[in-house]
């Protein structure tokens, strides 16, 4: 079983559309949790961290499953420049253990 | 937000030649720097972490001495990928975190093809 896991995609939603993304992982030690963006050939950039309370920023929303061992993505109101790949990464063991996932990639059209 | 820059940002050269790639948090120090790998549709693969000082830290696989990381200064720290093959073309990509925060800051990468 893979450390992290992500279903691949392509998610193709329209505009205005609401969608969700799992991420499982299987270290119940893992620490902290994030939610990356990736454009095609660009560096990953921090979408959210998630807490275990869940948090909300915007059109996104992070939640945290620790019993499931999973953490979800959710973006409503899907624009045309959300279209990118999501990571979901987790840390453990500090800042020596991160562990991306392959990614989903959502892609919104008009 | 912490900046962390890639030098050279494309590299095009033949097999068995050496490159190295440069990685600098422009901002801030990082005494711990992150070295990865991304193949086409696949995800990050960590090589290795650097910490400034001393040896990297290399993940099971890679090889350390065709790999080989210095970290100098606490912003500075580069990779030599050594008598290079076209199987190492890839996107390297560093990383640094900022000592502010929790946050991981990514450079723009580096694209390398081996001919």
């Known amino acids: 079983r893979k450390e992290v896991e992500q279903d691949p995609g392509p998610f193709n939603v329209p505009e205005g559309a609401t969608v969700a993304f799992n991420c499982t992982y299987s270290?119940?030690?893992?620490?902290?949790f994030f939610w990356y963006r990736q454009d095609c050939r660009k560096e990953p950039k921090l979408l959210m961290s998630?807490?275990?309370s869940g948090n909300e920023d915007g059109r996104f929303t992070a939640q945290l499953n620790r019993a499931s061992q999973y953490i979800s993505l959710l973006i409503r109101d899907s624009k045309l420049s959300d279209s990118a790949t999501y990571l979901c990464v987790v840390r453990s063991g500090g800042y020596q253990k991160v562990t991306f996932g392959t990614g989903t990639k959502l892609q919104v059209i008009p | 937000g912490a900046v962390v820059s890639q030098h050279p940002s494309w590299v095009i050269c033949k097999s068995g030649t050496s490159v190295k790639i440069e990685c600098r948090s422009l901002?801030?120090?990082?005494?711990?720097m992150f070295w990865y790998r991304q193949f086409p549709k696949q995800s990050l693969m960590l090589m290795a972490t650097?910490?400034?000082?001393?040896?990297?830290?290399?993940e099971q696989g890679v090889e350390k001495d065709k790999f080989l990381i210095n970290h100098a200064s606490l912003t500075l720290s580069t990779l030599t990928v050594t008598s290079a093959h076209p199987e190492d073309s890839s996107f390297y990509i560093c990383?640094?975190?900022?000592?502010?925060?929790?946050?991981?800051?990514f450079g723009p990468g580096t694209r390398l093809t081996v001919l």
């Open positions: 990383s640094a975190i900022s000592g502010r925060g929790n946050e991981q800051f």
């Open positions: 650097s910490n400034e000082g001393s040896k990297a830290t290399y």
């Open positions: 901002d801030f120090q990082a005494t711990t």
């Open positions: 998630v807490y275990s």
């Open positions: 270290n119940s030690a893992s620490q902290s």
